[in-house]
């Protein structure tokens, strides 16, 4: 049997005295190629993080262009129906100053004025209509509709009416519009028949609901509400802002031309919008 010694001198001679380099040599390589292998990887890992860096910027980029498109087109819309509203505005009232055989004229910015030869002389129109973007104040003078201090609506009142009713009954224009609000106002006399004018405003702006309702308008279909301000509205106090002074309601009511002003009965048209 061999020993030990003699085992160990037969491996020396197997490998041969470079067998250590050999090692070390292969020892670099591996190191070289596990760095060079560290290295791709990291290439990789940026080259990643790069490509995912750019498909995000692209991506904010293509939302940032589709949000400028959507508010483009929004507000190429909003002028559209604008300009709609406006249309079916202005056909309105062309139509009911025919109706009425009555001229119409402008007194101020979108707001027109419809006046009757018997009543010509006396200060404020017979009929005042103020157009705005959604918005479309039909103001009727108590004069027209009701004898001072009552609530059975006269012959000329009921024509104004129907023939209103038949203009919005026409040519679709029922179909713009949203809501149908009446609005009944008074002046600061009080009212010698009823509890209040508030009372007094109330009654007339229910009487004018029925009466559109008894001409066609149908509640069900466009809604349709009436409502009473009573004296504390009055013409001048549209266009205040909050607070409004208690005493500012007397001098808006100080005079027989403003107190005729005031005595109103007013019909707003909400339109809709297209979207």
């Given amino acids: 049997m061999k020993s030990l010694q003699d085992l160990l001198g037969e491996d020396e001679g197997f490998f041969g005295p470079g067998t250590d380099l ?30 995912a860096r750019l ?26 129906e604008i300009k709609e509203v406006l249309d079916n ?33 006396e200060g404020a129109p017979d009929i005042e209509i103020q157009n705005d973007a959604t918005l479309q104040r039909i103001s009727f003078g108590s004069h027209l509709l009701f004898d001072e201090d009552r609530i059975k609506l006269l012959l000329k009142g009921s024509f104004m009416l129907r023939e209103l009713s038949s203009v919005l009954l026409s040519d679709g224009r029922l179909g713009h519009i949203q809501e149908i609000q009446i ?20 009654l007339r702006a229910m009487t004018v609901f029925q009466t559109l309702q008894a001409f066609g308008i149908d509640p069900r279909h466009s809604m349709m509400s009436a ?18 002074a208690p005493e500012q309601l007397a001098i808006d009511n100080n005079s027989p031309a403003k107190r005729r002003m005031n005595r109103r009965i007013e019909i707003l048209l909400f339109y809709r919008r297209l979207s």
């Fill in 22 to 51: 050999v090692i070390s040599l292969a020892a670099v390589l591996l190191l070289m190629f596990a760095i060079k292998s560290s290295l791709d990887e990291k290439e990789r890992q940026s080259r990643f993080e790069l490509e």
């Fill in 55 to 80: 498909r995000a910027q692209t991506a904010l980029a293509e939302q940032e262009r589709r949000s400028r498109l959507e508010m483009g087109a929004k507000l190429r819309q909003g002028q559209l």
């Fill in 89 to 121: 505005q202005a056909s309105l009232v062309e139509a009911l100053a025919d109706r009425y055989g009555a001229s119409c004229r402008t007194v101020a910015p979108n707001t027109y004025a419809i006046t009757f030869a018997e009543t010509s002389g």
């Fill in 183 to 202: 609005q009944g106002h008074a002046d600061t006399i009080p009212s010698k028949l009823y509890s209040s004018n508030l009372e007094l405003a109330a």
């Fill in 227 to 244: 409502t009473t301000f009573g004296e504390y509205v009055s013409v001048p106090r549209r266009s205040w802002g909050s607070p409004y």
